[in-house]
């Protein structure tokens, strides 16, 4: 288990590729963690993400390390490479039938809007919606599904308990896939993700056109 994990505590799995991690998850595992909806927050970078494949993803070690650096300052906040040391696609119920275990159940699915509305399309979907708990979060430009389109993939009793995880919180426009964009074309991204990242991501020129050199602290 990654250094600092409380067994006692309940526990968000917080999953995604996070290429790379900025500051609007962050600011999410704060609003998480401060109105007492889970007590601290687990991110697990994917390996290999199931609806992602058509995209070029970076190394999990350079995934992992950003991680490492952006979560430092943050105690609540730990990391696991347990997907990316798992050999195919990354499915959230296998993952999540791993920390369950751990944490005697005591874990809720940290998902977002986007893919609330995607969630049937998830391996054995069903079984994840009947097996456990979720804190699902608002994203700009995505919609909250109606009862009945989620009771027609997973039925009543769980469209209901899937609607009932639904939280008001830190609505963040920030996304990696823009923050990528403007790495690569040499724009300002002060604010969107921490320093440390930043100077990461240049000292490895992990996207294409990211210039290297330290890049600006903050």
Not at 48 to 73: C, D, F, N, W
Not at 162 to 180: C, F, H, K, M, T
């Amino acid at each position: 288990m990654p250094e600092g994990f409380d067994l006692d505590s309940c526990t968000g799995l917080f999953g995604g590729t996070f290429d790379p991690i900025h500051n609007g998850h962050l600011n999410l595992a704060d609003h998480l963690v401060s109105t007492g909806a889970i007590d601290q927050v687990l991110f697990v970078p994917a390996s290999t993400p199931p609806h992602k494949q058509r995209r070029r993803v970076s190394p999990g070690q350079h995934r992992y390390a950003m991680i490492e650096l952006a979560l430092a300052p943050f105690p609540k906040y730990v990391v696991s490479d347990f997907e990316l040391l798992r050999a195919g696609p990354s499915y959230t119920i296998i993952t999540a039938r791993h920390f369950a275990m751990k944490t005697e159940g005591n874990l809720r699915l940290v998902l977002g809007m986007d893919s609330l509305r995607q969630l049937h399309t998830w391996h054995r979907a069903q079984e994840l919606c009947e097996h456990f708990e979720f804190v699902i979060f608002r994203r700009p430009g995505y919609d909250m599904p109606d009862l009945n389109m989620l009771a027609s993939a997973f039925g009543n009793d769980v469209a209901m308990k899937l609607l009932g995880s639904i939280i008001d919180g830190p609505v963040s426009a920030v996304s990696s896939s823009d923050v990528r964009r403007r790495l690569a074309c040499g724009a300002d991204v002060s604010g969107m993700l921490s320093g440390v990242v930043e100077n990461y991501i240049r000292q490895h020129q992990l996207y294409p056109g990211v210039p290297s050199g330290s890049g600006k602290a903050k």
